[in-house]
């Protein structure tokens, strides 16, 4: 196996189990290990300290196990998805009557950096973020299966667009079990059409699952816009909760689609919804004053890297202080920011700079984040990257 040695005194972060090492901190390799493969870390005194998948880029190694004696093997993927399985069945996620959708294996938070795989029914969606997960995809595949027996029939691989193109891995979606799955899920029991062929990420966003639930309870009599509703997801809750109308928005003919197929499937012939198929910024700007007093804004990542976070708090501003200037006296406004690269605080002030612009009394009812089947590892804060806020706007 390849060897990195790292430069003296960078190994601290990895001693606090941190699970990445970053390109600047290697003083040699052994050799030239291949995008992917499994190399050992060491640190500048010869000490093994961590094992993991070896990229080219800034994160030169995404740490696997910090034990010498841990072969990354087929018992490894068995271990580490069963470890992840329990999580689930112990916080009552797994064997639900009125749900069957959540995220099995989130990356970093539970010790597998790089992959990620959602439970749709009886379909796994499969993601690698690393060249190393793509490599092992047979292997993990084979671990899932036999993991999850009797629980799930078909695994679809989705990688086309989270790979490192520069890798040169030409990764095909495709199912690696079984195929031609149904492809509705229930979410606390509704039914959700899952897009894991074209879909972003793995076809839905299941990381808004508790907030979703969170706005039904506020739906009853108000009348609630959906910005960048994607799937639906919050616009079928509100109806459910009760909503008098519920209007969706996005700019993608595609998702408004699946927004009227997600509505029909759980509402058929129900009135009180209407989608749009319109860029949010010009849907703000036109509609009129006090029309909603319930708004949800959860837009695409703004920042999807460091540089671009001037910009994207400039984003989050504009678009709140329009809600803020738009919403009937008395709503209530969930908004929430998705960019990894903006930390709570940034969002938080981002939020307040608009709420004060519009000069508006404003309150926050609750603080969100990411639901329990997205766990943040405490040595890794990095994970936490959904924010939400629910402000009642007088
Ligand atoms: N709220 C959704 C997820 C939103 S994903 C859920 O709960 O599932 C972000 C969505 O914003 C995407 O569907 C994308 O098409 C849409 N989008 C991106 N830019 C937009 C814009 N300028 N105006 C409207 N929608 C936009």
């Not at 997600?262 to 703000?284: Q, W």
Request: glycine share 8%; net charge neutral.
């Amino acid at each position: 196996m390849y060897r990195i040695y790292l430069k003296p005194g960078k190994e601290e972060s990895l001693k606090r189990f941190h699970p990445w090492v970053f390109s600047g901190a290697i003083a040699r390799m052994d050799g030239e290990p291949e995008e992917g493969e499994v190399v050992e870390v060491y640190t500048a005194q010869k000490e093994f300290i961590a094992k993991g998948h070896f990229q080219i880029g800034s994160i030169a190694v995404r740490v696997l196990t910090f034990r010498q004696d841990e072969a990354i093997d087929a018992c490894f993927w068995r271990r580490r998805l069963d470890i992840a399985l329990q999580m689930r069945r112990s916080i009552g996620l797994v064997g639900r009557e009125d749900n069957n959708t959540y995220r099995l294996v989130h990356g970093e938070g539970d010790n597998l950096p790089g992959l990620v795989i959602d439970i749709y029914a009886r379909t796994a969606v499969m993601q690698a973020h690393s060249a190393g997960m793509h490599l092992d995809r047979m292997a993990i595949a084979d671990a899932l299966a036999e993991v999850m027996q009797g629980e799930i029939d078909n695994i679809y691989y989705k990688s086309e667009t989270t790979l490192p193109y520069k890798a040169d891995l030409f990764p095909e979606n495709g199912f690696l079990r079984g195929g031609n799955a149904d492809n509705v899920a229930m979410e606390y029991g509704l039914n959700f059409h899952i897009d894991w062929l074209k879909g972003q990420k793995t076809g839905f966003f299941v990381d808004q699952r508790e907030n979703r639930a969170l706005l039904e309870r506020y739906a009853r009599g108000r009348n609630v816009l959906n910005m960048f509703c994607y799937t639906g997801g919050f616009s079928v809750y509100a109806m459910r909760g009760g909503a008098l109308s519920v209007h969706s928005v996005d700019s993608s003919a595609k998702a408004i689609d699946l927004t009227n197929k997600n509505i029909a499937l759980n509402f058929p012939d129900d009135a009180r919804h209407t989608a749009y198929a319109e860029d949010a910024f010009k849907f703000l700007d036109r509609m009129e004053q006090g029309a909603y007093d319930l708004i949800i804004l959860d837009p695409p990542a703004f920042a999807k890297h460091r540089d671009a976070l001037r910009n994207a708090l400039q984003g989050y501003r504009k678009l709140n202080a329009r809600a803020f200037e738009k919403i009937r006296p008395g709503g209530i406004l969930f908004t929430f920011s998705c960019s990894q690269a903006v930390n709570k605080d940034q969002f938080r002030m981002a939020v307040f700079t608009a709420a004060a612009q519009s000069g508006r009394s404003v309150r926050i009812l609750h603080q969100l984040t990411q639901p329990a089947d997205h766990p943040v590892n405490i040595y890794h804060p990095e994970g936490e990257y959904l924010k939400g806020l629910v402000l009642y706007v007088e």
